[in-house]
């Protein structure tokens, strides 16, 4: 601020100390007009700026509302048009500023500059030393050392570290994994009711996985079973209603009549045994199967195709799935 003072009206200083102190002059000219006599000086600039001195002092006031004063022997004053304040004391070796909003700095020549704002914040620079350390009212500290960087401490003891010209490359996006869209209508060991289908869905899933079980282990048995499986495959048939013991008996006969008696055996237990397993011994009217039992038959029905299995008649339906068997009344 003094610089910038001095610099504006240097040209008016000059004028006035280029005449003597013992009379009296003035002079003027475009850019402003200064006079003086008796040790005392005046000056104006075209701008509306003005100084004046004399007796050691001197006073300058700035065309947009700053102002320095300068006492000799005791030191300088400043103010700008925001209300900043700068003062020197004369030998003091310091210069402080405050601006209106609380803070303040200070320089100490040849040891550094403190600096404080109006929320108690403080920081210090230690001339030479190329370190500046703030410090919060809260326990915070950071602290820049030129050419490598600046450490920071919390006030809970957090410390963190950034190097000068460092890159610091932003975090990845987040990677969100790909869930496929849900299958409508599948069928498997955890799925019941799939897509929205009946409450009879859940149901029928269910039974379902039972016959597919007792399928699994109708194909593991070979050929040598004997007659004791036999007969306890029909003790195991004999205890489900009379539905499921047709149909597992029917299931053994077929597979006993395309292969040995030992190949019979094998499929009549396996099927009493799948029966037992499967679930349910009867199929729930409105129900949807991936599958009907063995042995139905396709009566001829003028409103469309059906399947006769026992006394249980099926609709196919086709879809994004494949072919389904729907549970309906008599047609």
Same mark, same amino acid.
């Given at each position: ?26 002079? *003027? ?60 004391? /004369?030998?003091?070796?310091?210069? /402080? ?35 500046? /350390? ?96 036999? *007969? ?12 499921? /013991? ?86």
């Amino acid at each position: 601020m003094k610089r910038i003072v001095v610099i504006g009206v240097a040209g008016l200083f000059i004028a006035g100390l280029s005449v003597g102190s013992a009379g009296a002059w003035s002079h *003027s000219g475009k850019y402003g007009s200064a006079s003086g006599g008796g040790g005392s000086w005046s000056a104006s600039g075209y701008r509306g700026g003005s100084a004046s001195g004399g007796e050691g002092s001197r006073s300058v006031s700035g065309a947009y509302g700053g102002s320095a004063s300068h006492t000799r022997g005791e030191g300088t004053t400043a103010t700008n048009q925001y209300g900043d304040t700068a003062t020197h004391a /004369t030998g003091s070796g310091q210069t /402080t500023v405050t601006n209106p909003y609380g803070t303040t700095a200070t320089h100490t020549q040849g040891q550094g500059t403190t600096a404080t704002n109006q929320y108690g914040d403080t920081a210090y620079h230690a001339t030479g030393s190329g370190e500046t /350390t703030a410090y919060n009212p809260y326990g915070g500290s950071a602290t820049h050392y030129y050419g490598y960087g600046t450490t920071a401490t919390s006030a809970y003891g957090t410390t963190a570290y950034h190097a000068s010209g460092a890159y610091y490359p932003p975090p990845p996006a987040a990677y969100y994994p790909y869930h496929p869209p849900t299958t409508v209508n599948y069928y498997g060991s955890s799925c019941g009711n799939c897509g929205g289908w009946s409450a009879a869905g859940a149901a029928a899933a269910g039974a379902m996985v039972g016959m597919a079980a007792g399928a699994t282990i109708a194909s593991a048995n070979t050929a040598a079973a004997t007659s004791s499986a036999y *007969s306890a495959g029909v003790a195991t048939g004999s205890a489900t209603t009379a539905a499921a /013991t047709s149909s597992a008996y029917t299931a053994g006969v077929a597979a006993g009549s395309a292969s040995t008696a030992s190949a019979y055996n094998a499929g009549v237990a396996a099927g009493a045994t799948a029966a037992t397993a499967a679930g349910p011994s009867t199929y729930m009217m409105g129900g949807i199967y991936p599958t009907i039992p063995a042995g139905c038959i396709s009566p001829k029905v003028s409103s469309g195709t059906y399947y006769l299995c026992g006394n249980t008649w099926f609709q196919p339906s086709y879809g994004a799935n494949g072919v389904s068997y729907k549970v309906v009344p008599t047609p």
